[in-house]
């Protein structure tokens, strides 16, 4: 298993930026896709951003399309957030997620690992 440990959160002001690191623990050899989930107070879980096991395929939902980037250096077994242009609406719990295949996909369920959760708030 590939048990994700995320860090990397913190208070930023609006327009700042913040990088997330999701270090993954456990066997080598999974190929699978990897992703950045994200909770509110009140709200659903919603994907933010995914990549594929070799990194040449990523996908961002539209709120995040254009100021985040997600990255990821399989020698380390590390993923990576980096967000910038951070808006208070950005404010949330990020959750880092092991997919159960080498699919790309936003839909929680496919995910089977999930790691405690970084909190980030962005200030206005």
């Known amino acids: 298993q590939l048990q994700p440990v995320e860090s990397g959160g913190g208070l930023v002001q609006a327009g700042g930026s913040l990088r997330l690191s999701c270090a993954a623990s456990?066997?080598?050899?999974?190929?699978?896709?990897m992703g950045w989930f994200r909770q509110a107070p009140r709200k659903e879980r919603e994907f933010v951003a995914g990549i594929t096991w070799s990194g040449g395929s990523t996908y961002y939902s539209d709120s995040v399309k254009g100021r985040f980037t997600i990255s990821r250096d399989n020698a380390k077994n590390t993923v990576y957030l980096q967000m910038d242009s951070l808006k208070p609406e950005d404010t949330a719990v990020y959750y880092c997620?092991?997919?159960?295949?080498?699919?790309?996909?936003?839909?929680?369920?496919?995910?089977?690992?999930w790691g405690q959760g970084t909190q980030v708030t962005v200030s206005s």
């Open positions: 997620a092991t997919g159960s295949s080498a699919v790309l996909t936003t839909t929680p369920v496919r995910y089977n690992y």
């Open positions: 456990g066997r080598t050899s999974s190929r699978n896709a």
